[in-house]
């Protein structure tokens, strides 16, 4: 079955960047749309970012637009958040997630969390303002 590995969480200063990493194992990647999503205490999860399964196409929430990135390298089975101008807000649990029937276009974008099947074990970020 499908395992996905998050790492690069951490703490780190308002306005400074971390990369997020997940690796991907257990079947084909590239049959496989994969996104980024957040949960802080008390709320519920929030997408954060996605990406189709060639890399061609992204998409991302609007608390983050402009600031987030995201990408996958399919020789290496890993998808990418780079994160930049972090934000206090930005603080919370951040999970991989992979689905082979989501699709991630020009016209659709899954996201909501029931669209994605696979999920990791999460990678703690906090940001201290």
């Known amino acids: 079955q499908v395992q996905l590995v998050e790492s690069g969480g951490g703490l780190v200063q308002a306005g400074g960047s971390l990369r997020l990493s997940c690796a991907f194992s257990?079947?084909?990647?590239?049959?496989?749309?994969m996104s980024w999503f957040r949960q802080a205490p008390g709320k519920e999860r929030e997408f954060v970012a996605a990406?189709?399964?060639?890399?061609?196409?992204?998409a991302y929430g609007d608390s983050v637009k402009g600031r987030f990135t995201i990408a996958r390298d399919n020789d290496k089975n890993t998808v990418y958040l780079q994160m930049n101008s972090l934000k206090s807000e930005d603080t919370a649990v951040y999970y991989c997630?992979?689905?082979?029937?989501?699709?991630?276009?020009?016209?659709?974008?899954?996201?909501?969390?029931?669209?994605?099947?696979?999920w990791g074990q999460g990678t703690q970020v906090t940001v201290s303002s």
């Open positions: 997630a992979a689905s082979w029937k989501a699709v991630v276009s020009a016209t659709s974008v899954a996201r909501a969390p029931h669209d994605y099947d696979e």
């Open positions: 257990g079947r084909t990647f590239t049959g496989y749309a």
């Open positions: 990406i189709s399964r060639s890399g061609g196409r992204t």
